[in-house]
T-cell receptor, first 113, second 110 residues
Framework: DTAVSQTPKYLVTQMGNDKSIKCEQNLGHDTMYWYKQDSKKFLKIMFSYNNKELIINETVPNRFSPKSPDKAHLNLHINSLELGDSAVYFC????????????FGSGTRLTVV | DAKTTQPPSMDCAEGRAANLPCNHSTISGNEYVYWYRQIHSQGPQYIIHGLKNNETNEMASLIITEDRKSSTLILPHATLRDTAVYYCIVRSSYGNKLVFGAGTILRVKS
């Protein structure tokens, strides 16, 4: 069983489309995160939820909207996709907000054409 | 959170210990040192973390200096599969986000 699973693994779409990436963790963790890794390979946090409550919201365009229906799921919806949104998006989870290691998913490679 | 400084790249011979240094001279008392790695095209992988004491797990050892201003991650017997980018991150104990820097590219060579 994959601990943190993301779907889809690859996503190719046209500019202007709306798309969603799903993330599920079966670790029983309370906290989940979305990270973006761009072409320069820097990993940047986008959002964090703790028990379905948004706790970190970095300077991310409003076109990005996270949703956490329950603490095991954190989805990322992106409206009006732009070329610059092309990146690998990683979901992660941790037991809570304390000094814990994060478990990352394998990533979703989004290509906007 | 305190910033960290790591060498951009290192080489290590297969089977030898890989010692990856990290400077965090502005670390404060409640900040932990975390190590992650990212193997090509995969998600980052948690390795180990510590506050003051040295730590060891099945993957690696973490040696933190007494003044806590630097640390070393030790992979005792590096294999080709340990080739990855290694990130040293300082983060306070509660609530703060994990911020990744550029890391160290470790190349294990046969």
């Amino acid at each position: 069983d994959t601990a943190v699973s993301q779907t889809p693994k690859y996503l190719v779409t046209q500019m202007g489309n709306d798309k969603s990436i799903k993330c599920e963790q079966n670790l029983g963790h309370d906290t989940m995160y979305w990270y973006k890794q761009d072409s320069k390979k820097f990993l940047k946090i986008m959002f964090s939820y703790n028990n379905k409550e948004l706790i970190i919201n970095e300077t991310v365009p409003n076109r990005f909207s996270p949703k956490s229906p329950d603490k095991a799921h954190l989805n990322l919806h992106i409206n009006s996709l732009e070329l610059g949104d092309s990146a690998v998006y990683f979901c992660a989870s941790s037991p809570g907000q304390g000094p814990y290691g994060y478990t990352f998913g394998s990533g979703t490679r989004l290509t906007v054409v | 959170d305190a910033k960290t400084t790591q060498p951009p790249s290192m080489d290590c011979a297969e089977g030898r210990a890989a010692n990856l240094p990290c400077n965090h001279s502005t670390i404060s008392g409640n900040e932990y040192v975390y190590w992650y790695r990212q193997i090509h095209s995969q998600g980052p992988q948690y390795i180990i973390h510590g506050l003051k004491n040295n730590e060891t797990n099945e993957m690696a050892s973490l040696i933190i200096t007494e003044d806590r201003k630097s640390s070393t991650l030790i992979l005792p017997h590096a294999t080709l599969r340990d080739t990855a980018v290694y990130y040293c991150i300082v983060r306070s104990s509660y609530g703060n986000k994990l911020v990744f820097g550029a890391g160290t590219i470790l190349r294990v060579k046969s």
